[in-house]
T-cell receptor, first 116, second 113 residues
Framework: AQKVTQAQTEISVVEKEDVTLDCVYE???????LFWYKQPPSGELVFLIR??????QNEISGRYSWNFQKSTSSFNFTITASQVVDSAVYFC?????????????FGGGTRVLVKP | DADVTQTPRNRITKTGKRIMLECSQT?????MYWYRQDPGLGLRLIYY???????NKGEISDGYSVSRQAQAKFSLSLESAIPNQTALYFC????????????FGQGTRLTVV
């Protein structure tokens, strides 16, 4: 069965420090998507990025970057030069092609606290 | 206006009461979902619907039921609420196709006392 593990429950940093969030997933499917969502204190979930299992190219988008490694089943997320507005809970999620309906399996989330 | 609207945003109810959480979306998508969030467990899928006539159980459907009144409306009911159903509930919608992003409502915080 599919599973997503975010081992870090909470990370606290001082503003301008870099933050890396770990995500490890388990799936028997060879075709899948991985996602990161952000949940700010206001509560809604905001989509950040998705990657499919055939695209291991890492990407940088502004202060965000992602490191996808199929060999270790990891999809890590880094915030460079963190800001107070980055304080939120971040969720990694998996969607398998064989699971009908675009259903998401979420990790437990990592709470990031950025102190001024 | 938000793409996905949930009502109520907060609710306190007593054990044994029936309660309905409502969700409407303006994205025009056919797929809709109900998830539940518990601390440390992330979000877990309760029910999902491909269209008005297609409703499916998710990972944790026991104790819940749903109704898809229209393409844009998907409600979640707790027939007889119990304290361990205290959680944050999210409605979501996504476009057809695999790997499309989900758009979430702002959540309903439900407390069962």
């Amino acid at each position: 069965a599919q599973k997503v593990t975010q081992a870090q429950t909470e990370i606290s940093v001082v503003e301008k420090e870099d933050v890396t969030l770990d995500c490890v997933y388990e799936t028997r499917d060879t075709t899948y998507y991985l996602f990161w969502y952000k949940q700010p204190p206001s509560g809604e979930l905001v989509f950040l990025i998705r990657r499919n299992s055939f695209d291991e190219q890492n990407e940088i988008s502004g202060r965000y970057s992602w490191n996808f490694q199929k060999s270790t089943s990891s999809f890590n997320f880094t915030i460079t030069a963190s800001q107070v507005v980055d304080s939120a809970v971040y969720f990694c999620a998996l969607s398998e092609a064989k699971a009908a309906g675009n259903k998401l399996t979420f990790g437990g989330g990592t709470r990031v606290l950025v102190k001024p | 206006d938000a793409d996905v609207t949930q009502t109520p945003r907060n609710r306190i109810t007593k054990t044994g009461k029936r309660i309905m959480l409502e969700c409407s979306q303006t994205k025009g998508h056919d797929r809709m979902y109900w998830y539940r969030q518990d601390p440390g467990l992330g979000l877990r899928l309760i029910y999902y619907s491909f269209d008005v006539k297609d409703i499916n159980k998710g990972e944790i459907s026991d104790g819940y039921s749903v109704s898809r009144q229209a393409q844009a409306k998907f409600s979640l009911s707790l027939e007889s609420a119990i304290p361990n159903q205290t959680a944050l509930y999210f409605c979501a919608t996504s476009a057809p196709g695999w790997g499309t992003e989900a758009f979430f409502g702002q959540g309903t915080r439900l407390t069962v006392v």
